[in-house]
């Protein structure tokens, strides 16, 4: 069985910074691109950061760019998500997402085979 569980997500002062961690299971990260989506009460899911297969490309929204980092510990079998200087606008769910796709995209999160179950993130203004 393939699984993908998330965690570190919490609550935070708006300008703050978070680490989201997810851990996969029943397969290996070295094959896969991986992403990180969020999605908020009454919206669509949308994508914020992925990383190819190769570990040298990233892609951002344009929502975090500069301020979200992805990264991929494959001999931990690990994905993470630093998000810096949170903005009251990025409250969700967020979720890290697997998919054997040679250049990861943001935009289609339905590319993506594997999910987590999510991690919610809350910032106070």
């Known amino acids: 069985q393939m699984h993908l569980v998330e965690s570190g997500g919490g609550l935070v002062q708006s300008g703050g910074s978070l680490r989201l961690s997810c851990s996969a299971s029943g397969f290996k990260l070295d094959y896969y691109s991986v992403g990180w989506f969020r999605q908020a009460p009454g919206r669509e899911r949308e994508g914020g950061s992925c990383l190819t297969i190769s570990n040298n490309g990233t892609r951002y929204a344009g929502s975090v760019k500069g301020r979200f980092t992805i990264s991929k510990d494959n001999v931990k079998n690990m994905v993470y998500l630093q998000m810096n200087n949170l903005y009251p606008a990025d409250p969700a769910q967020y979720y890290c997402?697997?998919?054997?796709?040679?250049?990861?995209?943001?935009?289609?999160?339905?590319?993506?085979?594997?999910w987590g179950q999510g991690t919610q993130v809350t910032v106070s203004s």
């Open positions: 997402a697997a998919a054997p796709l040679p250049i990861c995209t943001v935009e289609v999160p339905q590319l993506y085979d594997y």
